[in-house]
């Protein structure tokens, strides 16, 4: 009786870490700014590391997590090229800091909702004393929200990164149409 009871409850609390784990791995989607706080935690390690750095938040292995599978496909394409080409990709700065280089300070986050399974995520934070605004479109997507658009802007005009990401490319593996080096 006593092994029957110990192994009920043994049985009891597995599944109940099972439960707060699988809870806890998706804790973060379940908001629209919760891949993008995550994004910023990834961007903050990141720029604090000494020696080898993190990937950034749009690389492996946060992509997938992070954005939208048509996002994340986007960003894989041009990755791709980049090693096909040896050439800098559609991007030339990292899309959460809206420049190559930066800090994030003060960084503060206003999520619009815009239509059901769609919100916008407003970031502004300093970087170098300056204030900077980068606002995510985010997508319902597979039972939690993911990022499908980052809004950058340059010289007062926005900037979509998917838009940038979607333009042809000149070469490529996937073009079929080898780089030459």
């Not at 597995?14 to 707060?20: E, I, M, R, S």
């Amino acid at each position: 009786m006593k092994r029957a009871v110990r192994n009920f409850a043994l049985a009891v609390a597995l599944t109940g870490l099972f439960a707060f784990l699988a809870v806890s791995a998706r804790a973060g989607d379940d908001v629209p700014r919760g891949p993008v706080e995550e994004g910023y935690a990834i961007t903050i390690k990141m720029l604090a590391a000494k020696g080898k750095a993190p990937p950034p938040a749009w690389r492996p292995p946060h992509r997938d997590k992070l954005m939208s599978k048509s996002l994340a496909a986007l960003f894989a394409r041009d990755d791709l090229y980049q090693e096909d080409s040896g050439e800098i990709g559609q991007i030339g700065a990292d899309p959460f800091l809206n420049g190559q280089d930066g800090e994030v300070k003060k960084l503060s986050l206003d999520t619009i909702p815009v239509a059901a399974g769609k919100a916008t995520v407003e970031a502004t934070f300093r970087s170098f004393g300056k204030p900077v605004t980068v606002r995510f479109q985010m997508l319902r997507e597979n039972g939690g929200w993911r990022i499908d658009d980052i809004v950058n802007q340059f010289e007062g005009k926005d900037y979509s990164i998917r838009e940038a990401l979607s333009q042809p490319y000149d070469c490529g593996s996937f073009m079929g149409k080898p780089c030459k080096r």
